[in-house]
C-alpha cells in the first residue's frame, strides 16, 4: 500500500513538472475583454489551442484535422469561427518564406487581436480616469459646500447648493475666487448669497481674477471709504 502511495505521489509529481514546463503563454487581457469583442468561448478556445500550437509545437498554422483533434467541435464550426476572426479583424493569416529553402507558407498572425486587447485596456484606463477626475471633483465640491455650511453654522439648502454650482461650471469663477467673496462677505456682516454674487459679479467687471487681485481690489475700495 505504501508502495502504491509513494509511486502515485512520484507520479504526480513529474506530471505537476511537466504541465510547469509545457505551460503556453496566454494574454490575460484576452479573459478579460474577449466578451467585450463579442467572442464567444469556442472563438477564445480556437484561439488558445492555435497559440499552443505556435508555441510548444511549432506549428504556425495548423490544419483543420489537427485543431479538431484537439477541440470538441467540427470541422465546418472550426471554419466558421476562423472566417468571423479573420472578419471581425481579430485574425489575419500571413504569407511568409523560408529564407533557407525559399519554401513559401502560411501563418496565423494574432497581432491584430492583441492590438484590439490593448485599445479596450485603454479605453477602460481613460475611463477609470474620468471616474477618478469625477469622484475628486466631487471631493472638490463638497469641501466647499462644507466651508459654506461652516460659514452659515447650517446646512445648505438645495438652491443654495445650486448657486455655488453655478458659479462654478456657468459662470466660470475658481473655487478660491468663491471661498474669498464668501470670507469677503463674513467680514462685511452680510454672510447670504446674494451679497456673494454681487461681489463676484464686481471682481468679474474689474477683471479681478486670483485671490490675490481680490485682496487688493478690496484694500483699496476699503481705504475709499
Known amino acids: 500500500m505504501r508502495r502504491g502511495v509513494s509511486a502515485w505521489n512520484e507520479c504526480a509529481s513529474v506530471l505537476l513538472t511537466g504541465w510547469q514546463d509545457g505551460h503556453v503563454d496566454v494574454p490575460y487581457w484576452l479573459f478579460r475583454y474577449y466578451a467585450q469583442l463579442r467572442m464567444n468561448e469556442t472563438d477564445v478556445m480556437l484561439v488558445l489551442h492555435v497559440m499552443a500550437f505556435q508555441q510548444k509545437e511549432n506549428k504556425?498554422?495548423?490544419?483543420?484535422?489537427e485543431l479538431q483533434r484537439r477541440m470538441s467541435v467540427t470541422q465546418e464550426k472550426i471554419i466558421a469561427v476562423l472566417q468571423k476572426l479573420l472578419k471581425e479583424g481579430s485574425l489575419s493569416i500571413d504569407e511568409v518564406m523560408d529564407p533557407a529553402?525559399?519554401?513559401h507558407s502560411e501563418k496565423y498572425n494574432w497581432r491584430p487581436l492583441l492590438q484590439r486587447l490593448a485599445e479596450c485596456r485603454l479605453e477602460e484606463l481613460r475611463r477609470e480616469q474620468e471616474e477618478l477626475g469625477a469622484a475628486e471633483e466631487r471631493k472638490e465640491r463638497s469641501d466647499i459646500f462644507s466651508i459654506f455650511e461652516k460659514e452659515f453654522g447650517r446646512p445648505l439648502t438645495p438652491m443654495e447648493l445650486e448657486s455655488i454650482s453655478g458659479w462654478i461650471d456657468k459662470d466660470g469663477y475658481a473655487e478660491?475666487?468663491?471661498?474669498a467673496g464668501l470670507k469677503e462677505a463674513v467680514f462685511a456682516g452680510k454672510v447670504h448669497?446674494?451679497?456673494i454674487d454681487r461681489i463676484l459679479l464686481e471682481w468679474?467687471?474689474?477683471r479681478i481674477?486670483?485671490?490675490e487681485q481680490a485682496k487688493e481690489h478690496s484694500q483699496k475700495f476699503r481705504s475709499l471709504r
Open 193 to 195: 448669497f446674494r451679497y
Open 204 to 206: 468679474r467687471w474689474n
Open 209 to 211: 481674477q486670483t485671490v
Open 101 to 103: 529553402s525559399g519554401v
Open 176 to 179: 478660491e475666487l468663491i471661498l
Open 60 to 65: 504556425d498554422f495548423p490544419t483543420l484535422e
